[in-house]
T-cell receptor
Framework: GAVVSQHPSRVICKSGTSVKIECRSLDFQATTMFWYRQFPKQSLMLMATSNEGSKATYEQGVEKDKFLINHASLTLSTLTVTSAHPEDSSFYIC???????????FGPGTRLTVL | GQQVMQIPQYQHVQEGEDFTTYCNSSTTLSNIQWYKQRPGGHPVFLIQLVKSGEVKKQKRLTFQFGEAKKNSSLHITATQTTDVGTYFCAGGTARQLTFGSGTQLTVLP
């Protein structure tokens, strides 16, 4: 099946710094990718939809200036958490729509800890 | 907007016992998908149901889609320790998924 990778898998940073997370579709092209955030023992919450060649679409309540998304190619989307604070600590997961199926393929996730 | 609720939130069972999680949507769904997330892992697609009243089986797992396409269930027969994880239902399409709150299953050996 389709494979989606994420890098890094874990990151610890100081408050006020910026962190970039990469999401790649390894064996298929993805004009759209999705970024989710998952707090401990909670469900996945869609943050934004990343669109290749155009601006990302953000869900209500998600600050576009804080969570910068760039979909530079058909296989890469990046999420940059700017000026991270401890409350941004979470599990960030990207996904891409399936090609032949009406499903999403998820990356392994990035666990962000902001000290 | 669309809301998808799941119950129970947590379930502890003894190995060998059965387990069921229920999913309810506030709106009619075009399809329902089920995902499993192991502790520390990411969601993995299990199955998709599309038709009203559809029932699908995967070994010990039985998935059902309600007649009104607003609810669904996942039933595991004779749980094993490998079944541990959180099971999420999700409604929508590949372009727009709304995840349920999830049911965290613990299987005691």
């Amino acid at each position: 099946g389709a494979v989606v990778s994420q890098h890094p898998s874990r990151v610890i940073c100081k408050s006020g710094t910026s962190v970039k997370i990469e999401c790649r579709s390894l064996d298929f092209q993805a004009t759209t990718m999705f970024w989710y955030r998952q707090f401990p023992k909670q469900s996945l919450m869609l943050m934004a939809t990343s669109n290749e060649g155009s601006k990302a679409t953000y869900e209500q309540g998600v600050e576009k200036d804080k969570f910068l998304i760039n979909h530079a190619s058909l296989t890469l989307s990046t999420l940059t958490v700017t000026s991270a604070h401890p409350e941004d600590s979470s599990f960030y997961i990207c996904s891409a729509p399936g090609q032949a199926t009406d499903t999403q393929y998820f990356g392994p996730g990035t666990r962000l800890t902001v000290l | 907007g669309q809301q998808v609720m799941q119950i129970p939130q947590y379930q502890h069972v003894q190995e060998g016992e059965d387990f069921t999680t229920y999913c309810n949507s506030s709106t009619t769904l075009s399809n329902i998908q089920w995902y499993k997330q192991r502790p520390g892992g990411h969601p993995v697609f299990l199955i998709q149901l599309v038709k009203s009243g559809e029932v699908k089986k995967q070994k010990r797992l039985t998935f059902q889609f309600g007649e009104a396409k607003k609810n669904s269930s996942l039933h595991i027969t004779a749980t094993q320790t490998t079944d541990v994880g959180t099971y999420f239902c999700a409604g929508g399409t590949a372009r727009q998924l709304t995840f349920g709150s999830g049911t965290q299953l613990t299987v005691l050996p």
